[in-house]
């Protein structure tokens, strides 16, 4: 048990289980030693109907919160040890409930004394602590808020957001022109499209920046410069990404979506509709983290749409 506590929050869900596999051995003991034909896991659908005399697979599911065929196979156990049955609607021909049979409602009523002496049991048991009156409650809140956000979710966000923490967007300036020239070159070769706008971006960054409403992004871990991200305003309302490039030994996913928060910040200040970005369909990292900040497929091998001379995709962000 020391291990138990020392460990604390990260071992949470086994102790949990190790606690519940306790008790449901215990419950299954109590009932073997009065003689009660009655199995643990029949539980949830015997309170129901007890409440209820009669529900549809539907109505129990919804209840339990459970999935449908969850409940038709407890339900397929009751109705073979003719406990339960399944009777029409009047109403409906289509609808069928579940009820007890003589059987089920015979067994039904040797249960709830044993039901109360385990409710009394269980309080004693919660009373013996300081802290344990508070169990149910505090499971409620636990249940509340996992409802709210899935620990999946959480731990995920944590830890990619603690590998964002050593990430920083900085504004382009010309001691970090050797390695935006080669960001650049990358993505233009990445494409074979090498034009004459491509050159004077690798050329002259600091005209583009001055001269054709232009921001140019780069994104620095620790010491080193790891992406860049180049956008220009092309409408009033519009913004088309020109380059967007993480360098392959950078953390890509959490440098990416950065460069691309940084972005969407500004822009939304700046009451910006709509982005866009024409980029290689091969280019599958950068798409992934497209998709996760939001963007959404707008043509794909569409000449007349598409501004790419391979035809390749294009994606776009609206502003809400």
Known sequence: MNFYKRVGELILG????????????????????????FEVSWFPIFYLLNENKKLSVTEIANELEITHSAVSQMITILDKRGLVKFIDDENDRRRRFI?????????????????????????DI????????????????????LEKENFTSRVIKEVEEGELSD??????DDSSYDCYKNFILEW???KNDIDMQGVDYINNPR???????TTILMAKENTDYAGVIVYRKVKKNEIKIIFFVIHEKSKRKQT???????????????????????????????????KDAGFNLYALDDKKNSVNKSGDLIMKYNFK
């Open 14 to 37: 086994t102790r949990l289980k190790r606690i519940s596999e306790k008790l449901l051995n215990d419950v299954s003991n109590i009932y073997k030693h009065l003689n009660i034909p």
């Open 99 to 123: 009820c007890f049979t003589k059987k089920g409602k015979e067994l039904m009523s040797t249960l709830p004394p044993i039901w109360k002496a385990m409710q009394h049991s269980m309080q």
């Open 126 to 145: 919660f009373s013996d602590g300081i802290n344990s009156p508070h169990i149910l409650s505090a499971l409620d809140e636990i249940e509340d808020s």
């Open 167 to 172: 990430v920083v967007i900085v504004d382009y």
């Open 188 to 190: 233009l070769i990445d």
């Open 207 to 213: 005209k583009a920046v001055n001269e054709q409403d």
């Open 256 to 290: 990416g979506r950065k460069l691309l928060n940084e972005m969407l910040n500004r822009l939304c200040k700046m009451k910006i509709n709509q982005v866009s970005i024409t980029l290689s369909r091969s280019n599958a990292e950068l798409i992934r983290i497209l």
